[in-house]
């Protein structure tokens, strides 16, 4: 697809109301948050319609997520007529993360200063210099589904962080970033 033909794609899934009902969320004390959210509603992927190896230039599938609602939904539309065919939600919020979340995600890791704390004792346990700036990192994320439950990212987005330094060497730290509560937590910690 064209960078041209995304672009048609996404606008007009972003355009299409969202049909799912506002979800209350509340905080880990029971506060409610309020419905707004600074990543907003995110097209995490456009693709073209494929059914039994038969493509369908026009008819495209956009899959995004709501922060607002908490919801993620694919839209169909046709590029030829510039229309929304129709709209499905998605049970799942565990679809892949793109690249503003894996931004936001990093930047909710950087401005935690017990979890930079933690990431640089690693280093220094290695016998390595610790880091100076987050940016000397590789960072690659993905989407984190837990096996629990009861895991708060279980429904809610969250992404999974590997940090490599200059020598590629894995951090044996690995953040879980929580993107619609903005907080952090650790894999296997």
């Known amino acids: 697809m064209s960078t041209a033909q995304v672009i048609q794609a996404s606008n007009l899934a972003n355009a299409l109301p969202w049909s799912a009902p506002a979800k209350p969320r509340t905080g880990t004390h029971g506060t409610a948050f309020t419905q707004t959210h600074e990543l907003g509603q995110q097209t995490l992927s456009v693709e073209p319609d494929v059914i039994k190896n038969n493509h369908h230039h026009s008819r495209v ?11 993620a939904r694919v839209v169909m539309v046709s590029l030829s007529d510039n229309t929304v065919l129709n709209e499905q939600p998605i049970r799942s919020v565990h679809l892949p993360l793109n690249g503003i979340e894996n931004d936001a995600a990093l930047a ?12 640089r004792a690693d280093q220094t346990r290695r016998g390595r210099a610790p880091f100076q700036h987050m940016n000397e990192l590789s960072v690659k994320a993905s989407i984190y589904k837990p ?18 330094d200059q020598t590629n060497t894995v951090f044996s730290a690995e953040p879980i970033v929580n993107l619609q509560r903005s907080s952090v937590s650790w894999l296997n910690r």
């Open 108 to 119: 909710v890791l950087t401005a935690n200063a017990d979890a930079v704390s933690l990431l």
């Open 61 to 71: 599938r956009v899959y995004q997520f709501n922060y607002h609602v908490s919801a």
């Open 147 to 164: 096996l629990k439950t009861s895991h708060p990212c279980a429904n809610e987005r969250c992404a999974l962080l590997s940090l490599f």
